[in-house]
């Protein structure tokens, strides 16, 4: 009889021998690739809110005192929206057939492109146009609407009133520049308005700080 060769001897592997060293490079291939590639970081997107103040007072400088409307009100109102800025307000107003931006500041809550109670002058302001930020009534029609939009300032706080209320900068912001455009334009304190005085809507919502706002201007 022939003899056996042994394969151990021989130095040829066995069928199970390969299996064995096949299934331990797999293994060793495999377990490479996570060592080498590692867990997979995910990295949250950057933070909504502008970590800096992004003032933007166009056209304001260049308005000579002739240029100056005859300003006899001011009218305050919100964006309705919490995730807002002066860019966002300007396309929504212009797919509603408006000229741009109908207020002429806007006020950030530090969402958006907009730092957190910087002061936006819109185009408006600057080229010194009506406001188109007075809506209507249902019983008055539109007749005390044109009348305010012609003669008053619209300024807008970035945010919703009727859902949370506004961020401590927009409030301090506001009382100054309020203050500030009276002085500037002779617009006594009983002219300043809150949107929901001159127009069916909620605006500037109702969590407005009326006694605060008030109580601060008649102060001054």
Request: aromatic share 8%.
């Given at each position: ?57 166009e ?19 919100h ?8 860019e ?51 019983r ?81």
């Amino acid at each position: 009889m022939p003899k056996k060769i042994d394969n151990h001897e021989s130095g040829v592997l066995s069928r199970t021998q390969i299996v064995w060293v096949a299934f331990v490079a797999s293994m060793t291939i495999f377990g490479g690739f996570f060592v080498f590639t590692g867990p997979v970081q995910l990295t949250p997107p950057p933070a909504a809110r502008v970590s800096g103040p992004v003032d933007s007072l166009e056209g304001t400088s260049f308005l000579a005192s002739e240029d100056v409307r005859d300003w006899t009100h001011i009218v305050i109102h919100h964006s309705g929206l919490q995730l807002d800025d002066h860019e966002s307000i300007d396309l929504r107003h212009q797919q509603n057939g408006l000229l741009g931006n109908g207020y002429h500041f806007v006020i950030g809550n530090g969402f958006g492109r907009t730092a957190d109670g910087a002061i936006v002058a819109t185009r408006r302001w600057a080229e010194q146009r009506p406001g188109a930020h007075v809506a209507p009534t249902r019983r008055g029609g539109a007749t005390g609407a044109d009348s305010l939009n012609m003669n008053s300032i619209g300024i807008c706080l970035v945010g919703d009133g009727d859902q949370s209320s506004f961020s401590t900068s927009q409030i301090r912001k506001v009382m100054a520049f309020v203050v500030q455009l009276c002085r500037e334009h002779d617009i006594a304190p009983s002219n300043v308005l809150l949107h929901r005085d001159v127009s069916d809507v909620t605006s500037p919502g109702r969590l407005f700080p009326v006694a605060d706002f008030e109580r601060y201007l008649n102060s001054m």
